[in-house]
């Protein structure tokens, strides 16, 4: 007889209001043990408010939560002590080493020298500990912060946009460090607007809109939640207006380099005769392989162009 294993995270209905404002909204997901899950959305979806409830740094104003199955107030607080959590960078002192920073975090949390160092060896730093902090590059502190984090060696790992205003190197270090540790058994969970990473890191998803779940499950099944096709013709503006009127459409986008639709079938023989049938004649149809980036467009697209500059550009959500 198999044995159900516990989610390390599992939410029912969890919502926050402040005054008027609802800023989470009846959220409900799992997190099951060894996953690397991306909490994904817009700057104001709710992810930030999510995690400082899980955290206990919020008070919920409806719905549960548990960690590692405690969901009473005594219960979370030992199961939050299995947790590491960087949501903010940690206010390290400029003008004392990497290894004497991390010193000062394992006193408070109570863990020895021996495993500063196996933290420092993690996060590739060993080599630099004895350097001042302010002669770290930015993706040096974020690799610092990480090793705070894992001092106490925690079961779940919680991120906050870990790789934010890191440049593509300073991407793949972190990169490579939520791999060692996913390879360690630790339980990532992650926001993150930086899609493309995400996609690359993460066994699981779920995408927020305005605090509400607009779909979760693995990458691969939020990617394939439709069919996609690439269309080009030599009057796109027609083909556009024709595929937003077209029943099977489910979304429409002009890109560079063609029209991207999201249909609910996969008959394109079907989609060509229909614009055939309205004189739309196509120079290319081809099924095209959804990112996770189109999937995230397409279910927050309402949002605007400004949840479209968060993720060209990194802007802190």
Known sequence: MTTARTAVIDTHGLSKRFGGVLAVDQVSFTVEPGQVFGFLGPNGSGKTTTIG??????RPTAGSFRLFGAGAP?????ARARVGATLETPNFHPHLSGRDNLGIAAAIKGVGAARIEECLEIVGLRDRGKHRFR?????????????ATMLNDPELVVLDEPANGLDPQGMKEVRDIIRILADRGKTIFLSSHLLWEVERMCTHVAIVRKGRIMASGTVAEVVASETAALLRADDTDALVAALEDYDGAISVRATGDGVLVG??????????????????HLSHLARQRRSLEDAFMELTRDDGAESMTEIATGVDS
């Open 53 to 58: 409830m899980l955290m206990g740094i919020i």
């Open 74 to 78: 005594r219960e979370l607080l030992a």
């Open 135 to 147: 002669t770290y590059s930015l993706g040096m502190k974020q690799r610092l912060a990480l090793a």
């Open 263 to 280: 249909l609910a079938s996969d008959d394109l023989a079907a989609l060509n005769r229909h614009l055939a049938g309205l004189g739309i």
